[in-house]
């Protein structure tokens, strides 16, 4: 049994990977897939590749190319999630803020450096018209240190996917200002080059076993309820999100490389635009 270490972040995009897991579908393959949950995102992530502290990574898009064009050994295998990710704009409940407006200048919760709720905040203050270069952060590792950094009001407005911060304004935490989507499809599979030199047939059996569950992962009887269940999400939550997502089997297209790339680098996270090779993995011919 040749055993895989893979890691995400513990939201409802990734059940599918849960639900193969407990099915025992990479078991059958001779894989014993070991998932980990990372609640402090995509930079902790980026840095875990980096580290070959894991060996696959479903990762924010934007995230690991980020990192990849700043020499993260690593490259994207597949895209994950084909459909933008709804971030939040979330404020304490009890702020003065109303409008999106009155958050010009004011500090921004992320969760770390290179992390999606950073780089979102850059995408949302170019959307905005606002002066990148005022930006003001705090950083609090992941969405307990958010609750807690925007109750104390030691920052102002913390971004993060609308739907997994949901219970948080259903109990009057945080109050949601308005929502701001990717630009690009959301999540890719990552791995790093050592895994991929080293296990080509594997991971083309991990893709072969996802690529079947994310496929016919909505028409799975009572998913919605399962998915609300394990969540602690509102039915209605879980079947809009559901309504607005799709899961990809292919990976990510040049288009969106570049959309990604320019739009990074129009922002100064990056410094250079490299070559999709740099980014995408081949598959080897058969």
Known sequence: MKTVNIIGVPEHFNFPWQLAVEEGAFGARGINLKWKDIPEGTGKMAQM?????TDLAIILTEGIIKSI???NPSKIVQEYIATPL???????????????????????AISRYGSGSHLMAYVNAQNQGWDTNELKFEVVDNLNGAVTSLTEGKSDYFMWERFTTKPLVDQGVFRRITDCPTPWPC?????????????????????EVINVYTSDFKQIPSIDRTLANT???????IRHWLSLT??????????NLELVQNTLKDLRLIEKIIPNTEILYKEPKK
């Open 231 to 237: 969540y602690n999400q509102e039915l209605e939550d």
């Open 69 to 71: 064009s700043e020499g």
């Open 246 to 255: 799709e899961w990809g089997q292919k990976n990510i297209g040049k288009q």
């Open 187 to 207: 999540f890719v599979i990552a791995a790093t080059d050592k895994f991929i030199a080293q296990n080509p047939g594997t991971l083309a059996h991990i893709l």
């Open 49 to 53: 590749l980096r580290d070959n502290e």
């Open 86 to 108: 709804l971030w939040g704009i979330h404020v304490a409940a009890k702020s003065d803020y109303k409008a999106l407006s009155d958050l010009k200048n004011k500090t921004a």
